[in-house]
């Protein structure tokens, strides 16, 4: 855990006024009830449970946050956001620190949902919609698990509900300018 | 009211059966469902993971289109993609400083004349429920039904407007106009996983297991759902529970819209009932012939 220093340190403020920014929502609000934890449907699967992240974001423990698998575990099922007695929406929190972890370097060997994300924002980019199969496989593969979930596709493919070729949207090009003005806006911001 | 219909990816492919059944329903009920042309991607979990700025910008895009097409409101099935067009319209609302950057990102004032409504709100508010059970024509008289929320149709609450967040009734009430007795159990809103069913299918596995569970104790013969994910967590994840947890259900999961449609009177191929991974038609067979 961070020390005493750590927590006053320059970095550390700057830190969680960063994730403050970003998500838009008070972390030093948290008061630890820990309602967040309790409701939470995977918090028993994360080594850190959603009260720690939040207070670990409060002392500015940015490295040890930013590394945590417990930011890709969220599931972003808001249930935390109905019961929090401080009105925070800690999912924005998650968002936040995903998006900062992303931007810093943090993610680039995660092979979860930080993976996935960045693959379905490509299939977006280049069709203007998402193709369900080739994501899939593409995710497979690149997490190496090329085998994952391989007797599921067939039946599915038989089923008539996998099309071997994307749908391209007729305004793909007003979503790859959406992709260029947000990067180009928040690049100009960092 | 003109409306435009927002299917999304996942209505288009793997729940595509969700999207045969609400055209089968709205067509029976004399209701516009015509797709919105040109719709592009609402940006799911992975564009508010990444940036807020780019998952409401790219919900937007979709508000923008309707408008430009002189729609007032867009109707959408997917629980997913109604989360993400409902907050996107709700936060640029709200967020003087967001929807400045929205418009900077699109190059056009934020659309905020067009409403967003699900499929669930278009049946109770829109076309109504005395109206719904006058034109049932095989009442599902004696079928138990849990109704699913899920997460994302009812929270966050101040966002969604959507029912009571806690103990939404709404899917009850449909599937009551049609006949179906609906099952009170404590899964209503509970969380399927999600789309951690791709980078952490145990995890999705555990929490099916536990929904399942619930529902065959409450007495259900089937599961009703309105998301094509939870559908996909809850039917095709079934053999994984049974890998997993031994544990074995053969609970069909589906659409409410493919209820509301048998009680219509559509077949079993019009709504798609051959395409889910547990087979609901033994179950149905009654409703079938």
């Not at chain 2, 009211?1 to 999304?8: D, K, L, N």
């Not at chain 2, 799911?44 to 700025?53: D, E, G, I």
Request: aromatic share 4%; net charge neutral; with cysteine.
């Amino acid at each position: 855990m961070p020390t005493a220093s750590d927590i006053a340190s320059e970095a550390a403020l700057a830190f969680r006024a960063r994730i403050e920014h970003l998500s838009g929502q008070t972390v030093s609000s948290c008061y630890q009830c820990g309602k967040c934890t309790a409701g939470c449907p995977v918090a028993s699967e994360m080594d850190t449970d959603p009260a720690r992240v939040m207070r670990l974001v409060q002392l500015g423990a940015r490295e040890r946050v930013l590394r945590d698998e417990a930011i890709w575990l969220c599931a972003s099922c808001e249930t935390c956001v109905s019961r929090c007695p401080q009105a925070c929406r800690l999912p924005r929190v998650m968002d936040a620190l995903r998006a900062v972890a992303e931007q810093d370097g943090y993610a680039r060997d995660n092979r979860g949902a930080a993976l996935l994300n960045r693959l379905f924002l490509a299939q977006i980019r280049a069709f203007g919609r998402v193709h369900e199969m080739s994501l899939v496989a593409g995710f497979n593969l690149a997490s190496r698990r090329p085998l994952r979930d391989v007797t599921k596709g067939p039946s599915m493919m038989r089923k008539g509900k996998l099309h071997l070729l994307p749908q391209r949207s007729a305004n793909l090009p007003a979503v790859r300018r959406i992709f260029e003005r947000v990067q180009e806006l928040e690049g100009s911001e960092t | 009211m003109s409306v435009a219909f927002y299917p999304g990816c996942s209505l288009h492919g793997t729940g595509n059966d969700y999207a045969q059944s609400a055209h089968a329903v709205c067509q029976r009920l004399g209701l516009d469902l015509t797709e919105l042309e040109g719709w592009t991607c609402c940006g799911s979990t992975p564009a508010h993971n990444t940036s807020a700025l780019l998952s409401v910008a790219l919900s937007a895009q979709n508000l923008r289109l309707a408008s430009d097409q002189q729609r007032d409101s867009l109707v959408v099935a997917c629980a997913a993609c109604f989360n993400r067009l409902r907050s996107a319209r709700h936060e640029m609302a709200h967020d003087e400083v967001l929807r400045g950057r929205v418009e900077h990102v699109l190059e056009a004032p934020a659309p905020l004349d067009v409403r967003v409504d699900h499929l669930l709100e278009l049946l109770l508010d829109t076309y109504g429920l005395d109206a719904l059970a006058a034109r049932v024509r095989r009442p599902l008289t004696g079928l138990k039904v849990a109704c699913y929320y899920g997460c994302l149709l009812v929270r966050p609450p101040e966002v969604m407007a959507f029912d009571d967040a806690e103990h939404p009734t709404s899917m009850d009430r449909v599937l009551a106009a049609c006949g179906a007795e609906t099952v009170d159990w404590p899964g209503k809103t509970e969380c399927c996983g999600a789309n951690l069913s791709l980078s952490r299918s145990d995890i999705v596995v555990s929490l099916v297991d536990r929904l399942l569970d619930q529902a065959k104790r409450a007495g259900a013969d089937v599961v009703a759902v309105a998301c094509p994910l939870c559908q996909a967590n809850l039917d095709v994840r079934q053999t994984d529970v049974t890998a997993q947890t031994g544990h074995r259900y053969d609970l069909p999961a589906v659409y409410f819209t493919q209820l509301v449609g048998l009680a219509l009177g559509a077949g079993a191929d019009e709504l798609g009932l051959d395409k889910s991974f547990v087979d609901s038609r033994p179950t149905l067979a009654g409703w079938l012939s």
